[in-house]
């Protein structure tokens, strides 16, 4: 399955960036609806492990929060390698207005 990496440096610590991505995936669901589905995470220390599926086919990854950096790494099914540029555009974009 192909894999994504993805990195925003911040201003916020840890703590901060926990906070602000306690609802972003659930929020996506919202603003994505009927596309994105099936929503699930849970912290392990400074990690967020997520599952959900995005028009049917399952996406996992994990994102981790450190002082002044977000990562985000994701496998993505092959039907989905199309779309990469796109999730990277989506990823930028909310990186910065979640976490600046």
């Known amino acids: 399955m192909p894999k994504i990496e993805l ?9 901060q960036i926990k906070e602000r991505a306690e609802n972003l995936i659930q929020g996506a ?5 009927g596309i994105i589905t099936e929503v699930q995470q849970h912290w392990e220390g400074n990690t967020l ?6 028009m049917g086919f399952s996406v996992s990854g ?9 990562v985000v790494k994701a496998k993505l099914p092959f039907a989905a390698v199309i779309f990469k540029g ?5 990823f930028k974009e909310k990186a910065q207005e979640l976490f600046p």
């Open 7 to 15: 990195q925003h440096r911040t201003s916020l610590l840890a703590s």
């Open 29 to 33: 669901e919202k603003d994505f609806k």
């Open 49 to 54: 492990f997520f599952s959900f599926k995005a």
């Open 62 to 70: 994990e994102a981790t929060a450190e002082d002044y950096l977000v």
């Open 86 to 90: 796109k999730i990277e555009a989506i």
